[in-house]
T-cell receptor, first 113, second 111 residues
Framework: DQQVKQNSPSLSVQEGRISILNCDYT??????FLWYKKYPAEGPTFLISISSIKDKNEDGRFTVFLNKSAKHLSLHIVPSQPGDSAVYFCAASYTGTASKLTFGTGTRLQVTL | DVKVTQSSRYLVKRTGEKVFLECVQDMDHENMFWYRQDPGLGLRLIYFSYDVKMKEKGDIPEGYSVSREKKERFSLILESASTNQTSMYLC??????????FGPGTRLTVL
């Protein structure tokens, strides 16, 4: 039972353009969502998060949008840079679970020159 | 900066061997986690611990056990390694907030 889904295994975007990575969830108890970035042979690193009381959070080139009614979140990267090429995981949690996260399957982003 | 270290980056073991993977964090975090990452499956939680000597099963605990004798250290044990346990193993730690900090991972190959 995949509670957090990333339906696009890969995405290719030109440098300078916008990258949009999508994530859907099924558990309505989730109230906190995070995006992680992972390079090969390294552990994931935290990128940006959003609480369910918000619908948007921005940090530099990265913006996360949350649509609770659709149980959908997206990560926008503008402008995309070659160093953004990595696997991106979305994750979700809910209060009272000792910060236990449920991860999606990941989307591999390739930013081309 | 939070630092999470894992005892080995690469490990090769034989079927049936007992395998220990160790994780240490230096930020006094209460919670620690073990995941495995496989292509197309994302990160799947094996076990987690929210306090010393406390442990809870994650989504795929079969074939694994854990030990947390000290707050900073969380060990993953494969009692009898099998080829289907070949994977990337990732340790993470966190406070009561949601964000987790990950170690660099251990690539385990079971022959």
């Amino acid at each position: 039972d995949q509670q957090v889904k990333q339906n696009s295994p890969s995405l290719s975007v030109q440098e300078g353009r916008i990258s949009i990575l999508n994530c859907d969830y099924t558990n309505s108890m989730f109230d906190y969502f995070l995006w992680y970035k992972k390079y090969p042979a390294e552990g994931p690193t935290f990128l940006i998060s959003i609480s369910s009381i918000k619908d948007k959070n921005e940090d530099g080139r990265f913006t996360v949008f949350l649509n609770k009614s659709a149980k959908h979140l997206s990560l926008h990267i503008v402008p995309s840079q070659p160093g953004d090429s990595a696997v991106y995981f979305c994750a979700a949690s809910y209060t009272g679970t000792a910060s236990k996260l449920t991860f999606g399957t990941g989307t591999r982003l390739q930013v081309t020159l | 900066d939070v630092k999470v270290t894992q005892s080995s980056r690469y490990l090769v073991k034989r079927t049936g061997e007992k395998v220990f993977l160790e994780c240490v964090q230096d930020m006094d975090h209460e919670n620690m986690f073990w995941y495995r990452q496989d292509p197309g499956l994302g990160l799947r939680l094996i076990y987690f611990s929210y306090d010393v000597k406390m442990k809870e099963k994650g989504d795929i605990p079969e074939g694994y056990s854990v030990s947390r004798e000290k707050k900073e250290r969380f060990s993953l044990i494969l009692e009898s390694a099998s080829t289907n346990q070949t994977s990337m193993y990732l340790c993470a730690s966190s406070t009561s907030r949601h964000e987790q900090f990950f170690g660099p991972g251990t690539r385990l190959t079971v022959l």
